[in-house]
């Protein structure tokens, strides 16, 4: 039964990718180019100025909040250079 669905799986994707490769990528709806243009990608330059002072009362919440937030900033990072792509990329296809 699991190399079944297994094998079924991997025959969606194969047909999924022959009709990208007929068709070419989706073109994105103008909602999603608003959202994007829209995007604040502007994060504090440190955890301490959102948290409110006293909330964090040991070392190991000092740590998961430093944790938490240096997630923050690779995921912005990341959104960050995701955008610069799709701007080149359209960049390029309207040249």
């Given at each position: 039964l699991i190399l079944f669905h297994l094998q079924d799986s991997r025959?969606?994707?194969?047909?999924?990718?022959?009709?990208?490769?007929?068709n070419g990528l989706p073109r994105p709806v103008q909602d999603q180019n608003l959202q994007l243009n829209s995007m604040s990608l502007?994060?504090?330059?440190s955890?301490?100025?959102?948290?409110?002072?006293g909330s964090i009362t040991s070392?190991?919440?000092?740590?998961?909040?430093?944790?938490?937030?240096?997630?923050?900033?690779?995921?912005i990072n990341?959104?960050?250079?995701?955008?610069t792509i799709i701007e080149v990329s359209r960049q390029w296809k309207k040249g």
């Amino acid at each position: 039964l699991i190399l079944f669905h297994l094998q079924d799986s991997r025959d969606k994707l194969a047909e999924q990718l022959r009709q990208l490769e007929a068709n070419g990528l989706p073109r994105p709806v103008q909602d999603q180019n608003l959202q994007l243009n829209s995007m604040s990608l502007d994060l504090e330059p440190s955890w301490d100025r959102v948290v409110a002072q006293g909330s964090i009362t040991s070392a190991k919440m000092l740590k998961q909040q430093a944790a938490i937030w240096e997630l923050f900033q690779t995921e912005i990072n990341i959104l960050r250079h995701l955008k610069t792509i799709i701007e080149v990329s359209r960049q390029w296809k309207k040249g």
